[in-house]
Nanobody
Framework: VQLVESGGGLVQPGESLRLSCGAS????????IGWYRQAPGKQRELVAS???????SYGDSVKGRFTISRDDAKNLLYLQMNSLKPEDTGVYYC?????????WGQGTLVTVSL
């Protein structure tokens, strides 16, 4: 499975950004698909995920601001990010679990700064 993220960039605090993730396989077939991020000097953390068994999950720091969604017709996963804060800065990775194998995209950089 190949995952390709897009949509990162530089924004100011309070602004919005939408990330997209395209996959080589059908997103509907994945057991779990979601977004992780890694800030400089920090561990990679869960941002949001869609799971067949659990449904939608969000990291505590993004609840109420970020929304994960899926467009099956376009085979795309989205992450709508609103009210962005400087602490949201980092590389955002698309992740998919399929047939027991973890798959990661190359990441897209999001920078929130004045």
């Amino acid at each position: 499975v190949q995952l390709v993220e897009s949509g990162g960039g530089l924004v100011q605090p309070g602004e919005s950004l939408r990330l997209s993730c395209g996959a080589s396989g059908s997103i509907k077939s994945f057991n779990l698909i979601g977004w992780y991020r890694q800030a400089p000097g920090k561990q990679r953390e869960l941002v949001a995920s869609l799971s067949r068994s659990v449904g939608i999950s969000y990291g505590d720091s993004v609840k109420g601001r970020f929304t994960i969604s899926r467009d099956d017709a376009k085979n795309l996963l989205y992450l709508q990010m609103n009210s962005l804060k400087p602490e949201d800065t980092g590389v955002y990775y698309c992740y998919a679990l399929f047939l027991g194998v973890e798959n990661w995209g190359q990441g897209t950089l999001v920078t929130v700064s004045l």
